[in-house]
Nanobody, 119 residues
Framework: QVQLVESGGGLVQAGGSLRISCAASGSIFSINAMGWYRQVPGKERELVAATTSEGSTNYVDSVKGRFTISRDNAKNTVYLQMNSLKPEDTAVYYC?????????????WGQGTQVTVSS
C-alpha cells in the first residue's frame, strides 16, 4: 500500500505561481511513475504532468512551458511548480502513483488539493 498526501494548494491571482507537493509513504520502493491529475466539476480527471523513477516527464499541452514536475526521491515527494497560472487552471489537483509503466494508469491516489486562480 502507498499513501499519498498533497499539500500547498490555495488561492492565487492569474499570472501568479504556486507549488503543490505530494508526500508518499508506505511501500514506495518500487513506485515507477508519479503524476498530477486535475479535475473540475462536470469534467473528467485530466493528467497534467507525470514523471518516472528514471526522470522522464510528460505534460499535457495546456501546461507545457508553465508547469514543472519534479521528484525528490530522498524525501519521497513529488512537486508541481505552477507558473503563469490562468483561471482555467482552477481545479482539484490529485497526486497519483503507480508501480506500472503507463503514464495513464495509477493504483494509488491522494485526497486532492484545491487550486483556485482568480482573474
Amino acid at each position: 500500500q502507498v499513501q499519498l498526501v498533497e499539500s500547498g494548494g490555495g488561492l492565487v491571482q492569474a499570472g501568479g505561481s504556486l507549488r503543490i507537493s505530494c508526500a508518499a509513504s508506505g511501500s514506495i520502493f518500487s513506485i515507477n511513475a508519479m503524476g498530477w491529475y486535475r479535475q473540475v466539476p462536470g469534467k473528467e480527471r485530466e493528467l497534467v504532468a507525470a514523471t518516472t523513477s528514471e526522470g522522464s516527464t510528460n505534460y499535457v499541452d495546456s501546461v507545457k512551458g508553465r508547469f514543472t514536475i519534479s521528484r525528490d526521491n530522498a524525501k519521497n515527494t513529488v512537486y508541481l511548480q505552477m507558473n503563469s497560472l490562468k483561471p482555467e487552471d482552477t481545479a482539484v489537483y490529485y497526486c497519483a502513483a503507480t508501480y506500472g509503466s503507463s503514464w495513464y494508469s495509477y493504483e494509488y491516489w491522494g485526497q486532492g488539493t484545491q487550486v483556485t486562480v482568480s482573474s
